[in-house]
């Protein structure tokens, strides 16, 4: 008998056929002697429908109540499936975030899960009745509802696997696993059967959406297995996991395990600063004091005193940081600033690249060949990631998964 924690995504519980399919699984596991844990999303479109209907009341939605009104996706979802479990005979209960309690810091929107009381839910399964937890939202110690960013049900997922020291965590969305890249775009990528935290850490947090990067934290941290499986079709998934896990040969293949890209990016440019110290300092301190996350960064060779500064971030907060830039560049006597919000990053990923030179130059050259222009180019140990035109997005993800033969 294992203990196993399962998280059904929006597309997987999207209508009531769907619901009685993931009730049909669960209820197989439970038969099998397993004790199930079910971690729901909302039902597909409907955080976005709920975030519409915010916007016509509040220009700004007050963030307190936009987290009250987009968690009552998930408890829809958790009720319907206990009805759906009790009908086949197979007793089940449903519980909220604050009901169970899962408590979060009050950062709504994005909050940050700091405990995890377990004992309802295990209580519940010594009971034998299979336990269903809406994804995505918490509670803070004052009692406010919050809500984990979007996508955040996988992160309530692992959260819990590793709060009950589950065996295992399954991750059941609208693919049978994790590609090399996103199967919509590059129809030919390849499902793999195996890759490290630290990889899938770099793809979720590139833009790879098919985990919140925070669940990939926690896994990581509380060495919980996580697999991610398709919730319509049979298969082993992939495994997520630790190096250790892997044999000697499986580490030594691939240089390149995936290739990640976000559309959700923005550039500011201010121009013509003063080239001396603490002007960093000036440009990007306020922007990080508005709680604002700054990605990529590039500032020019000086000349004549003055020199530009270039840096990006999340398109939703482009806005927010292109006010704070005003200021700061009246107050520095700046040139000019500018946004551009039609950018992408594309990046590659893998362990393999630590002990490969070479990788960089086939990556630019491919984009050359395409005449895709470089805007900006970063990288760490284990990646490298480049800033184009979104115009250019589908074309370089597939050429450069074809240059790197990541569909052979
Ligand atoms: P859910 O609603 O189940 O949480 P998501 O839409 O959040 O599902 O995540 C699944 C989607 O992630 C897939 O449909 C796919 O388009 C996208 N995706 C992006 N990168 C990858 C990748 N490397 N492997 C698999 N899916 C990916
Ligand atoms: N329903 C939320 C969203 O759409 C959380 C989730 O699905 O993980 O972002
Ligand atoms: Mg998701």
Same mark, same amino acid.
């Given at each position: 008998?294992?203990?196993?924690?399962?998280?059904?995504?929006? $597309?997987?519980?999207?209508?009531?056929?769907?619901?009685?399919?993931? %009730?049909?699984?669960?209820?197989?596991?439970?038969?099998?002697?397993?004790?199930? /844990?079910?971690?729901?999303?909302?039902?597909?479109?409907?955080?976005?429908?709920?975030?519409?209907?915010?916007?016509?009341?509040?220009?700004?939605?007050?963030?307190?109540?936009?987290?009250?009104?987009?968690?009552?996706?998930?408890?829809?979802?958790?009720?319907?499936?206990?009805? %759906?479990?009790?009908?086949?005979?197979?007793?089940?209960?449903?519980?909220?975030?604050?009901?169970?309690?899962?408590?979060?810091?009050? %950062?709504?929107?994005?909050?940050?899960?700091?405990?995890?009381?377990?004992?309802?839910?295990?209580?519940?399964?010594?009971?034998?009745?299979?336990?269903?937890?809406?994804?995505?939202?918490?509670?803070?110690?004052?009692?406010?509802?919050?809500?984990?960013?979007?996508?955040?049900?996988?992160?309530?997922?692992?959260?819990?696997?590793?709060? @009950?020291?589950?065996?295992?965590?399954?991750?059941?969305?609208?693919?049978?696993? /994790?590609?090399?890249?996103d199967p919509r775009v590059? &129809?030919?990528?390849?499902?793999?059967?195996?890759?490290?935290?630290?990889?899938?850490?770099?793809?979720?947090?590139?833009?790879?959406?098919?985990?919140?990067?925070?669940?990939?934290?926690? %896994?990581?941290?509380?060495?919980? &297995?996580?697999?991610?499986?398709?919730?319509?079709?049979?298969?082993?998934?992939?495994?997520?996991?630790?190096?250790?896990?892997f044999k000697d040969n499986?580490?030594?293949?691939?240089?390149?395990?995936?290739?990640?890209?976000?559309?959700?990016?923005?550039? @500011?440019?201010?121009?013509?600063?003063?080239?001396?110290?603490?002007?960093?300092?000036?440009?990007?301190? &306020?922007?990080?004091?508005?709680?604002?996350?700054?990605?990529?960064?590039?500032?020019?060779?000086?000349?004549?005193?003055?020199?530009?500064?270039?840096?990006?971030?999340?398109?939703?907060?482009?806005?927010s940081a292109l006010e704070?830039?005003?200021?700061?560049?009246?107050?520095?006597?700046?040139?000019?600033?500018?946004?551009?919000?039609?950018?992408?990053?594309?990046?590659?990923?893998? #362990?393999?690249?630590?002990?490969?030179?070479?990788?960089?130059?086939?990556?630019?050259? $491919?984009?050359?060949?395409?005449?895709?222009?470089?805007?900006?180019?970063?990288?760490?140990?284990?990646?490298?990631?480049?800033?184009?035109?979104?115009?250019?997005?589908?074309?370089? #993800?597939?050429?450069?998964?074809?240059?790197?033969?990541?569909?052979?």
């Amino acid at each position: 008998m294992a203990l196993i924690v399962q998280k059904y995504g929006g $597309t997987s519980v999207g209508n009531v056929e769907r619901i009685q399919n993931v %009730a049909k699984k669960v209820a197989q596991f439970v038969e099998d002697g397993h004790q199930v /844990v079910v971690v729901l999303s909302a039902m597909s479109g409907e955080t976005n429908r709920l975030t519409m209907m915010a916007k016509e009341m509040q220009t700004r939605p007050c963030k307190r109540e936009m987290d009250v009104l987009l968690t009552t996706g998930e408890q829809v979802t958790i009720a319907l499936l206990s009805m %759906a479990l009790q009908q086949r005979d197979c007793p089940a209960v449903s519980y909220t975030g604050w009901q169970v309690p899962i408590i979060t810091d009050d %950062a709504y929107s994005k909050a940050r899960i700091e405990k995890i009381d377990g004992q309802k839910m295990l209580e519940q399964l010594a009971l034998g009745k299979v336990v269903v937890v809406a994804g995505f939202q918490g509670v803070t110690i004052d009692g406010d509802i919050t809500t984990l960013g979007r996508g955040g049900s996988d992160t309530t997922a692992v959260a819990i696997a590793a709060a @009950l020291n589950a065996d295992e965590c399954q991750i059941y969305t609208d693919v049978d696993g /994790v590609y090399t890249t996103d199967p919509r775009v590059v &129809p030919e990528a390849k499902r793999l059967d195996k890759i490290t935290y630290d990889e899938m850490l770099e793809l979720a947090s590139l833009g790879a959406k098919v985990l919140q990067i925070r669940s990939v934290e926690f %896994a990581s941290k509380y060495k919980v &297995p996580l697999r991610v499986l398709s919730s319509l079709k049979d298969g082993g998934g992939t495994l997520i996991t630790s190096e250790e896990n892997f044999k000697d040969n499986e580490m030594e293949q691939p240089l390149i395990s995936g290739i990640a890209f976000s559309r959700d990016e923005a550039k @500011l440019m201010i121009l013509g600063v003063p080239d001396k110290p603490g002007v960093a300092y000036q440009i990007l301190g &306020p922007i990080a004091d508005a709680n604002i996350e700054i990605d990529m960064i590039i500032q020019n060779q000086g000349r004549d005193g003055t020199t530009d500064f270039t840096f990006t971030m999340s398109r939703l907060d482009a806005e927010s940081a292109l006010e704070i830039l005003q200021k700061t560049a009246n107050h520095l006597g700046a040139r000019e600033v500018t946004m551009d919000d039609s950018i992408v990053k594309i990046s590659m990923v893998g #362990v393999g690249m630590k002990s490969h030179a070479g990788i960089a130059s086939t990556m630019f050259k $491919t984009l050359a060949d395409n005449e895709i222009n470089i805007q900006m180019i970063g990288t760490t140990e284990i990646k490298i990631s480049v800033v184009i035109d979104e115009a250019y997005l589908e074309i370089a #993800v597939q050429s450069l998964h074809e240059a790197f033969e990541l569909d052979k």
